[in-house]
């Protein structure tokens, strides 16, 4: 180490994926300070964001195979995004309670907030095998009053604060009797380790079941204003800095979508709008809150004898070429869209609608209750 600068050795290491860097913490002192400072984390998360580098797909409780269906097994396992190979089986916190179902609500920096069907939640890191499990909290309206209960959540991080929040949304319903319904929204703050309450969302989700879109600092749902009688669609976001909420333009695509989807496309906001016997449209916001900057990416139109609508098509990532785009079908297949060609190129791996592309990184838990997994 005397022979090299330590801004080049800090460069050198910078570029390194997270496994190695926990090898090498072992070499020196002066190693593991280096690479345990907050310095080099914010460092090795920065270059990691330009190069796209260290991208892994994560797929929760997911069927992965080969083509060979006599080969599938259940687990939450990582595979290289580039290669779709290296496949990796992840030891995570809930694989322990009683084989429950586990769910991504969201993943930011490298973190990733699972919940299981007990309601329990944890912020983990899957390559420093940290978590941190989430204080439980009770709803506080009488649940005898409603007839249904929707819950979801997001999770993000609060540029401002410097710090990570998750976010639960509850609506109780009395629908089909009734076209009313009431909320309440808590925030959960790491840095804490507890929540609070905050303001309720004057919103219906349409799809209560997805995970809030994280778009810089705000997380992003398709909502109406009624569950019922408002058939009409919003993008609603929820600023994580000021914790307020406030519309999105929509695309202004042609025709009446029975179907509109969001996901985060690199960077950027994305929606995906499917109708009975029409082709998937998918819209990228190239400029955050334009409204002129709606784009129309590419469309997919249905397979020969494919199920009407032809609908779960959720694009995951850009190809490190930026011409392909990854894609899931169905809610198991995975195949690549070359946005210039316009071909479709299959792969040999299955997948499920909650996995994630998650970006490796060094970030550690700070709400005092670390711990490693097995």
């Not at 397979?303 to 169905?330: D, H, N, T």
């Amino acid at each position: 180490m005397t022979d090299f600068p330590m801004d080049v050795v800090v460069g050198i290491l910078s570029r390194i994926p997270v496994k190695p860097l926990l090898r090498f913490r072992c070499v020196s002192k002066q190693f593991r300070a280096i690479i345990d400072s907050h310095a080099f984390i914010r460092l090795h998360l920065k270059r990691s964001m330009e190069t796209k580098n260290h991208l892994s797909l994560i797929v929760p409780n997911n069927i992965l195979c080969s083509v060979d269906l006599s080969k599938i097994k259940i687990s939450l396992r990582s595979l290289d995004l580039d290669s779709l190979g290296r496949v990796e089986e992840l030891s995570h916190p809930f694989e322990s309670k009683d084989s429950s179902i586990t769910k991504v609500w969201g993943y930011c920096h490298g973190l990733v907030c699972l919940g299981n069907t007990k309601g329990d939640l944890v912020v983990w890191n899957p390559w420093t095998r940290k978590s941190q499990e989430l204080p439980s909290i009770k709803i506080d309206f009488p649940d005898s009053l409603f007839l249904g209960k929707n819950i979801s959540y997001g999770f993000g991080y609060d540029s401002v604060s410097d710090d990570y929040k998750v976010v639960r949304f509850v609506q109780l319903y009395n629908q089909p009797i009734a076209d009313t319904f009431a909320s309440e929204v808590k925030v959960y703050n790491m840095k804490s380790n507890s929540w609070r309450s905050i303001q309720d969302f004057p919103y219906w989700f349409r799809d209560y079941q997805s995970r809030g879109v994280l778009i810089g600092s705000a997380l992003h749902w398709v909502v109406s204003r009624k569950p019922l009688s408002d058939i009409a669609k919003f993008i609603v976001a929820f600023d994580l800095a000021a914790e307020d909420y406030q519309l999105l333009p929509l695309p202004e695509y042609f025709g009446e979508y029975s179907d509109m989807h969001l996901v985060e496309l690199g960077g950027c906001l994305c929606t995906i709008c499917t109708c009975k016997g029409f082709p998937n449209d998918i819209w990228v916001m190239k400029d955050y809150r334009v409204n002129e900057s709606w784009s129309k990416l590419f469309s997919v139109a249905p397979p020969p004898q494919a199920p009407e609508p032809f609908k779960f098509l959720v694009p995951l990532a850009y190809s490190k070429s930026g011409f392909e785009v990854l894609l899931i079908q169905g809610g198991t297949k995975l195949f690549w869209y070359d946005i210039n060609r316009k071909r479709i190129k299959t792969t040999k791996t299955c997948a499920n609608g909650g996995s994630v592309v998650c970006m490796e990184s060094l970030v550690p838990l700070s709400g005092g209750g670390e711990k490693y997994a097995k």
